[in-house]
Antibody, heavy 119, light 108 residues
Framework: QVQLQESGPGLVRPSGTLSLTCVVSGLSISSGNWWSWVRQSPSQGLEWIGEIYHTGSTNYNTSLKSRVTITVDKSKNQFSLRLTSLTAADTAMYYC????????????WGQGTLVTVSS | DIQMTQSPSSLSASVGDRVTITCRASQNVRTFLNWYQQKPGQAPNLLIFGASSLQSGVPSRFSGSGSGTDFTLTISSLQPEDFATYYCQQSFNAPPFTFGPGTKVDLK
């Protein structure tokens, strides 16, 4: 059974940088899935941030593209999110999710990690 | 980007009721439309993909229909465990992927 587990700081400062990691178990990150980050807040709802393939190929939400970097570490079977220039609007629950390569639905989700941007 | 709307934003229903939720896309997404259920404190869970295909393990009381810009999720007989928020998500020409604002189903 595929499991995704997010980790990272729960509190980050405005103008700072958020770094989150998602550890994948039960499936090789090189299996052929795409690996995404999705966030959820009361004001923005569910928002897709971006995704990465094991080759390093990435796609980003154009609204966040200037501030987002997603990377993959195949040796640790994990992928990571880096989001810069944080504001209160980035406060949200952050989920790591995955979709099969040839499909466009998210069939596995992590439990989520709450990130608050505050001084 | 393609925008998604849902109606109603919330509804109250009783166990055994037939419930229908509507999702509308701002442009034609063919059948690239998925539905998720989210319970409090949990991540969303995939129910329906490709507008009408039931995800493995999802009860058959859930069904989806539609194509183009208008879609529906139907729960044929609402069960206690179905009280949750439901989201549609389009994936036509994705990425990007966009979600609807959600429909909360609660107990009447």
């Amino acid at each position: 059974q595929v499991q995704l587990q997010e980790s990272g700081p729960g509190l980050v400062r405005p103008s700072g940088t958020l770094s989150l990691t998602c550890v994948v178990s039960g499936l090789s990150i090189s299996s052929g899935n795409w690996w995404s980050w999705v966030r959820q807040s009361p004001s923005q709802g569910l928002e897709w941030i971006g995704e990465i393939y094991h080759t390093g190929s990435t796609n980003y939400n154009t609204s966040l593209k200037s501030r987002v970097t997603i990377t993959v570490d195949k040796s640790k079977n994990q992928f990571s999110l880096r989001l810069t220039s944080l504001t209160a609007a980035d406060t949200a629950m952050y989920y790591c999710v995955t979709r099969p390569f040839i499909h466009y639905y998210f069939d596995q989700w992590g439990q989520g990690t709450l990130v608050t941007v505050s001084s | 980007d393609i925008q998604m709307t849902q109606s109603p934003s919330s509804l109250s229903a009783s166990v055994g009721d037939r419930v229908t939720i509507t999702c509308r896309a701002s442009q034609n997404v063919r059948t690239f439309l998925n539905w998720y259920q989210q319970k409090p404190g949990q991540a969303p869970n995939l129910l329906i993909f490709g507008a009408s295909s039931l995800q493995s393990g999802v009860p058959s009381r859930f069904s989806g229909s539609g194509s183009g810009t208008d879609f529906t999720l139907t729960i044929s007989s609402l069960q206690p465990e179905d009280f949750a928020t439901y989201y549609c998500q389009q994936s036509f020409n994705a990425p990007p992927f966009t979600f609807g604002p959600g429909t909360k189903v609660d107990l009447k």
